[in-house]
């Protein structure tokens, strides 16, 4: 069934949390997470900004709600994705192909043979 207010009004903008790659980032360094927590002010967040859930980047109002999301599906869902660690920019170009070489070349006098060095071995 099509939106009411147009294609566009589907999207989830309201309820975008940070991502993973950013959530990592704060778990590993105390610094990062408190450059975060320091852009907002507490009396605008939820509860004074006192309940935050560091692994899904999300602030509660009272104790009671923040204890039931950390027993809850989606805080176990995040936290098993954030136990493998993120890709860098660097892999995401090495699998599309898109790597660069700055070392210096080698020379075809310096590259071994295959087929050489399996008879050397023998």
Known sequence: ?????????KKKTRRTT????QVFAD??????????????APEDLPGLGQY????CAKFFES??????????????????QLNDEPYTQKE?????G??????RKTEESEMVDVEDAIADVR
């Open 98 to 103: 898109l790597t660069t070489d700055n070392g």
């Open 27 to 40: 778990v590993a360094s105390k610094k990062h997470l408190q450059q975060f927590l320091d852009t907002h």
């Open 18 to 21: 940070r991502g993973l790659d």
């Open 63 to 80: 104790e009671t709600n923040f204890d039931k999301h950390e027993k809850g599906k989606p805080h176990k869902r995040r936290i098993r």
């Open 92 to 96: 995401a170009e090495a699998a599309v």
């Open 1 to 9: 069934m099509p939106a009411i207010r147009g294609a566009k009004s």
């Open 52 to 55: 935050y859930c560091t692994q």
